[in-house]
């Protein structure tokens, strides 16, 4: 018996929609584009409720009322299209539904705008295309400002905050537009200009009546009329700080000098205009312009105001000097040594630290094994280990007067360095001893005549760094080491040399410059290590001066410098001091640099790398910094020293600017990768550059990573890196980091006598001091402070020759940026004045809108107290306010008047 099985192929379909044609149309009509049309239509439709759906017809009837013949009709429809406008613009969050509901008749109403005669009529159209075009048209276009331009060009805010902006962009590309027009003539481009200001006037003041004081500077620098904010009577009291503040943020985007000097200048006038003197010394300072800094003080009474000024003076080095001789003693730091000795009793941290509590060599020996080759036999003192420790010693006891190694009597430690190392030694009292120059001449006088020429030039060398920032009467340091410079024996030269550009630094003193340019000129049986730290000296003196006589005479060294000289490691200091001529004087470096390219030898490369860092330092310039990128994409092996300062070049450019540091930090990753040896040996120095006493986590876990690369010097540059980057912040992170360090290269000299200063560098001052460049918020670029720093760093550059050699004694040059991060208030007569303070991390404010909050994570301390670089002090108490600005260093505080305090109350 057979069963048949119907096949599945042959069954008829039983879906319908498979089965029935007439489906197919149905089918289409459910596609996904028509669903989503279909509901998007559905929920305008819901959305749009009664009262929407009368104010589209009304807006639709006043529309076709506007072509109309009839003038009546016409106004009435215009005016009611205006009002509505106006009533849905005052805040925009969202497009408006007006602005949506006539989108579809912006033709329209063109069309009508082009046929309508009536002048009044066509205005008041033209203010309602106006406001439709930011909606309706490209911005390239500019139809909102093109219709304004032919509509009412008053009474502007009423169309609300959104339109305002909206116009001031489109006026700062037609003001560039009208000014670059080559067919036009200069009267015919002022009158198109004069058009533009008309609307320009209505806007900035709305701006600054609304908190929007940026928009309003921005659309000034966009027509190039800063100084109409001089004449606004908008900016008052209230505001002016806020203007003031962007004004100087925006300085460092200016990538034209002129237009940078023009911003400074309006927040300078702006300042004086509110009389706020100690804030507008700040951008004098920042412009470098002694006329503005003398004018200054010639129209003040105000003897405290005076003396606050005189102190951020004294902070920046600067070589200003006043009639008033108590004025000069402030400016010259006469009491810096006293209330650094005041803050360190405070903090109770005045007794002296031996180099074994720096060391902690107990922690380095775990589980009772110790890793020294010597176990059980007694120590065997070694001359570079000696060395080390008396540089780790004049670090950590800088400036507190005492030690436990060479100031008390009877001592025998200076014996138990060799040589040279005698005269680092002997140098290092000037460490301790720092701006107490009275107490220190006494103790350094017997060391400069003794029959040992080491100890005597080290003595001589204390001079300097005993004088260092401190200005006094008697000049002692001139006094003392004239005769030397000019003496036979060639030790004392040098260390006279680098006394007096140590202890005059930022000074400009022309009896310097006398002293030490023969020295530079100087061909017969010349020495270029006298050569070198001469230029390093006069480079300092003469610090963002432009000096020509001084840069003529470097210039000419490096022209007239047989190829022997300039193979010399030392030679890299005469372009040094040659670019510090030029720090932060961008274009004005121009001149040199064509001098400079008829130098042959490689050391003309890497000269003209110094100058443009150097002149662009602390700018942010991105140009600049492609530029070097550039230089240090070629892969050199020989020659190639003009790309490792390429590389600390980025970051001199970089610093200060946070947005251009990261942005650096993330092109040293690549360097590090790609980039030949010379470059990789420089990328620790520059990344310790841009992170000075700023232990950031990121940074010292990539230096960390770097201490320990196969190429001995890489490691050597990350160890002090680590130092520089931790100056004086007492970072235990570092700290274990170093130590851990000296155990792992104890057979390596070199290596271990680097992480030895840079321990003494974590440990500065005991964790008081810093070699930070910058002050006052970050805001100010100490050119002296940048000098110290940099010495090292390019001595760093060829350690073997440098500091690992005979030259250690350059890391003195650090005393020059050395300085202490406190802030310390006093009364009028400037008697400590301890006060409760608000200390914590500062937080950027520029633009922000209201009264946000300067400082987060803060702690409550009460003064004197410690400040790290990023952060920032406010006062807590009513009772007193601060004759300046910024909390920071030495601050003197004014009591406020009971009525005052009530009526803030």
Request: charged share 25%; hydrophobic share 40%; net charge negative.
């Amino acid at each position: 018996m057979s069963i048949k099985v119907p096949s599945k192929d042959r069954e008829p379909s039983k879906d319908p929609e498979k089965s029935d044609p007439s489906n197919e149309s149905q089918k289409q009509s459910k596609s996904p584009e028509n669903e989503k049309a279909k509901k998007a239509a559905s929920i305008e439709h819901e959305e749009m409720n009664e009262e929407d759906r009368l104010l589209k017809e009304g807006l639709e009837l006043a529309v076709a009322r506007a072509s109309e013949a009839d003038t009546a009709a016409k106004k009435a429809a215009l005016a009611y299209i205006s009002k509505v406008i106006r009533s849905a613009t005052t805040s925009m969050t969202s497009v408006p539904k007006p602005l949506k509901f006539l989108r579809s008749h912006y033709n329209a109403l063109e069309s009508t705008y082009q046929s309508i005669s009536e002048i009044e009529i066509k205005k008041s159209l033209a203010d309602i295309l106006s406001i439709l075009a930011m909606t309706s048209t490209s911005q390239e276009e500019r139809a909102s400002l093109k219709y304004k331009l032919n509509g009412n060009m008053t009474d502007l805010g009423q169309w609300g905050h959104e339109y305002l902006r909206t116009l001031a962009g489109q006026i700062g590309e037609e003001y560039t537009a009208r000014v670059t027009e080559e067919d036009e003539s200069e009267d015919k481009k002022s009158e198109k200009i004069k058009e533009l200001m008309i609307l320009v006037d209505e806007i900035v003041p709305f701006h600054l009546k609304h908190n929007a004081e940026a928009e309003a500077v921005d659309l000034l620098v966009e027509v190039q009329c800063l100084n109409k904010l001089n004449e606004s009577p908008y900016v008052d009291e209230k505001n002016y700080e806020r203007v003031c503040l962007y004004l100087i943020r925006l300085s460092d985007y200016m990538s034209d000098p002129d237009d940078l000097l023009s911003i400074l200048k309006v927040a300078y006038q702006l300042y004086l205009k509110q009389k706020k003197y100690v804030d507008a010394l700040r951008v004098a300072l920042k412009m470098d312009d002694m006329t503005l800094i003398s004018n200054l003080f010639s129209s003040i009474d105000d003897e405290p105001l005076l003396k606050q000024m005189a102190l951020l003076l004294g902070r920046h080095r600067s070589s200003f000097v006043h009639d008033d001789e108590s004025l000069n003693e402030l400016i010259g730091n006469a009491t810096l040594n006293e209330n650094f000795l005041l803050l360190a009793k405070d903090l109770d941290v005045i007794e002296p630290k031996t180099p074994e509590d720096i060391y902690k060599s107990h922690l380095a020996e775990s589980a009772g094994f110790s890793r020294r080759r010597d176990n059980g036999l007694p120590q065997v003192d070694s001359a570079r280990a000696n060395l080390a420790s008396t540089f780790v010693n004049a670090f950590v006891n800088c400036g507190y007067g005492q030690d436990s190694l060479m100031t008390p009597e009877g001592n025998n430690w200076l014996y138990k360095n060799k040589d040279h190392g005698m005269l680092s030694a002997a140098a290092s009292m000037g460490m301790i001893l720092m701006w107490n120059v009275e107490e220190g001449l006494a103790q350094i006088d017997k060391f400069l005549y003794t029959n040992d020429t080491n100890i005597s030039a080290g003595a001589a060398l204390a001079m300097g760094i005993v004088c260092s920032g401190v200005k006094n009467e008697s000049d002692p340091a001139m006094a003392l080491l004239t005769d030397h410079i000019e003496g036979t024996n060639s030790t004392m030269r040098i260390a006279s040399i680098c006394g007096l550009g140590i202890a005059y630094a930022g000074s400009r003193r022309e009896d310097v410059m006398e002293l030490l340019v023969p020295v530079v000129a100087n061909t017969e049986n010349s020495n270029m290590v006298e050569i070198g730290l001469a230029s390093l000296s006069l480079g300092l003196v003469f610090v963002g001066t432009c000096n020509d006589d001084v840069s003529a005479t470097l210039a000419q060294r490096l022209m007239e410098s047989t190829d022997t000289e300039m193979d010399q490691s030392m030679s890299h200091f005469i372009s040094l001091g040659l670019g510090l001529l030029y720090l932060e004087k961008q274009e004005k470096v121009d001149v040199i640099m064509e001098v400079i390219k008829t130098v042959e030898h490689p050391i003309g490369a890497f000269t003209e790398v110094v100058l443009e860092s150097c002149a662009y330092a602390g700018t942010g310039n991105v140009l600049k910094v492609q530029e070097m990128l550039h230089m240090c994409a070629e892969h050199l092996d020989e020659k190639a020293d003009f790309q490792a300062a390429a590389v600390i070049g980025i970051a001199m450019v970089a610093m200060g600017e946070d947005v251009g540091t990261e942005m650096a930090i993330r092109t040293f990753d690549h360097l590090l990768h790609y980039g030949g040896l010379p470059i990789k040996r420089a990328v620790p120095l520059a990344l310790a550059l841009m992170h000075v006493g700023n232990p950031d986590y990121s940074v010292v876990d990539q230096l960390s990573r770097l201490t320990h690369d196969g190429d001995t010097e890489v490691a050597q540059s990350a160890i002090l890196a680590l130092g520089i980057v931790s100056s004086g912040t007492n970072n235990s992170r570092v700290a274990q980091l170093l130590r851990q360090l000296s155990e792992f290269y104890s057979r390596e000299a070199g290596s271990v006598f680097m992480t030895r200063i840079a321990q003494g560098l974590n440990h500065l001052g005991k964790g008081l001091l810093t070699i930070h460049p910058f002050h006052s918020d970050r805001l100010l670029l100490s050119p002296v402070a940048l000098g110290g720093v940099l010495a090292i760093l390019f001595a760093c550059l060829d350690a073997r020759n440098t500091i690992l050699d005979e030259h250690h004694y350059i890391l003195y040059f650090l005393s020059c940026a050395i300085h202490p991060r406190m802030l310390i208030t006093v009364d009028e007569e400037l008697q400590p004045l301890p006060v409760i303070v608000r200390v914590g991390q500062a937080v950027e404010t520029v633009g922000q809108a209201g009264r946000p909050k300067t400082i987060t994570g803060f702690q409550t301390h009460t003064s004197p107290v410690l400040l790290g670089v990023r952060d920032r002090a406010e006062l807590v108490s009513n009772e007193y306010r601060p004759v300046g600005g910024v909390l920071e260093g030495i601050v003197i505080l004014q009591k406020i008047p009971e009525n005052e305090i009530q009526s803030d109350v």
